[in-house]
Nanobody, 127 residues
């Protein structure tokens, strides 16, 4: 089992920045991919970004590419999401997610592909 705990959410004005953290514990050696999803009120959970834990390749949704950056600290088993140029439409609960092998690559951008989830952290961008 892998446990995930997010932190760093909050209220920020349009154009501002926030940095989210996701601390992983438990069987972290089994993690294959870690990423971020978000869910706004009344909407489905959507993909934001994912990082392959070994190798470090990253993928981003079109809506955040160029504004958000995912990174990791292997020693601390922590995933980060640096969010810049925030917009009101970025307002959502942000969830950290992780998956181990075997992993279905076709599910890399869908919540179905991830077994482990954090509790979520609220990000609110005011206009």
């Amino acid at each position: 089992q892998v446990q995930l705990v997010e932190s760093g959410g909050g209220l920020v004005q349009t154009g501002g920045s926030l940095r989210l953290s996701c601390a992983a514990s438990g069987r972290t050696s089994s993690v294959y991919v870690m990423g971020w999803f978000r869910q706004a009120p009344g909407k489905e959970r959507e993909f934001v970004t994912v990082l392959r834990w070994n190798g470090g390749s990253t993928y981003y949704s079109d809506s955040v590419r160029g504004r958000f950056a995912v990174s990791r600290d292997n020693a601390e088993n922590t995933l980060y999401l640096q969010m810049n140029s925030l917009r009101p439409e970025d307002t959502a609960v942000y969830y950290c997610a992780a998956a181990s092998l075997p992993f279905q690559e076709r599910n890399i951008r869908v919540p179905l592909g991830y077994k482990y989830w954090g509790q979520g952290t609220q990000v609110t961008v005011s206009s």
